[in-house]
Structures are given as C-alpha cells and as structure tokens.
C-alpha cells in the first residue's frame, strides 16, 4: 500500500505553482526555545511541541530523553524522509516504504578542546531504504532532488562531508 496519498502530490504541486508566481522572497523561519529544567535536562519548545532533551546517565545526565546531538542526527533522517515524500508525491512515485538512517560521528574531545580538538561531526553518513515498484532510476532521480533541495542538507554540506546510499527494493541504487 503506497504511504503518500495523491492529495500530498497535487497540494506541493500547488504550493509550487504558487511560489513561482510570486516574485518575493518566501522566508521560513525556525525557532526554539530551550530552558533548562536541571543539570543537563532541558525542556524546548518548537511551534507549540514540548520536547525534553537530556544526556546519558553515563555522563550525569538523567537519561529522560535524546541529547542534542542524537536530534541533530534525528533531523537529517527526518529530513530525507519528508523531502523525499515531497519529491515523490509531485511524480506520483508510489512508495511502498521509507526507511532513512542517518549516522554522524564526531569526537568527544572537542567538548572540552582537549588537544585542540573540534567537536564539530567530522562524517554523517545517510541510508535511504525505499520499496517501490517504481524504475529505480526515478527513486535515484527523487533521491538526488531530496539532497539538492532539503535545507538541512543545503547547510551541512557547506560544513561537513556528507555521504549518501540509496538501497531500493534491497538493491544500491547508484547516485
């Protein structure tokens, strides 16, 4: 059973035709509030969802939720999915399942600029997992426009290297 409905494809095909008729600039703007509920616990808000954010128990935290960088990863799985359901939905690409994993690995001295090491993630590395009775080359065509037009990609790879799998139907697909 496909997981995008035809109404997603024509409301984005809408939504584009809109965008391209007006000429000003359509700004989106983020923002969260985080407020430190105790030690390492924080509490943010984002468009009115309450989201707790701690660290491990093994590093004094209380283990209550995802640290920060767990919903940085978090984002860029999130973001292929969404991004990619956008790009499919206008193409009709019927999509039997979405399955994205997003791996970052950085170093934890950094947290502390021990040897002047820098905490920034160094590799992120992105699986995509789709079924589909679709042509592979179009789920790969889909694929190269979710990473081209999703704006958290469009940041981090101006910073980070960034690497890409797409496996459809359990075959890699090339990119």
């Not at 616990?41 to 969802?49: H, I, K, L, N």
């Not at 292929?80 to 979405?98: G, H, P, Y």
Request: glycine share 6%.
């Amino acid at each position: 059973m496909p997981k995008i409905s035809p109404e997603t494809g024509d409301y984005f095909l809408k939504s584009i035709e809109d965008l391209k008729a007006d000429s000003a600039e359509k700004t989106a703007i983020n923002k969260a509030v985080a407020v430190l509920q105790h030690d390492q616990c924080s509490e943010v808000t984002v468009r009115g969802f309450t989201l707790l954010q701690d660290e491990p128990v093994t590093v004094m935290g209380g283990g209550k939720g995802p640290t920060p960088t767990d919903f940085f990863i978090a984002s860029v799985a999130l973001c292929e999915n969404v991004i990619f359901a956008r790009n499919a939905s206008v193409i009709r690409l019927a999509v039997d399942s979405l399955e994205t994993t997003a791996t970052g690995e950085w170093n934890m001295k950094g947290l502390w600029e021990i040897e002047g090491t820098d905490s920034a993630f160094r590799r992120i590395a992105v699986e995509t997992r789709v079924k589909t009775r679709a042509n592979p080359s179009d789920v790969a065509a889909v694929a190269r426009q979710t990473h081209r037009r999703c704006p958290i990609y469009a940041t981090l790879r101006r910073s980070v290297q960034l690497e890409f799998r797409l496996i459809v139907n359990g075959a890699e697909v090339a990119l």
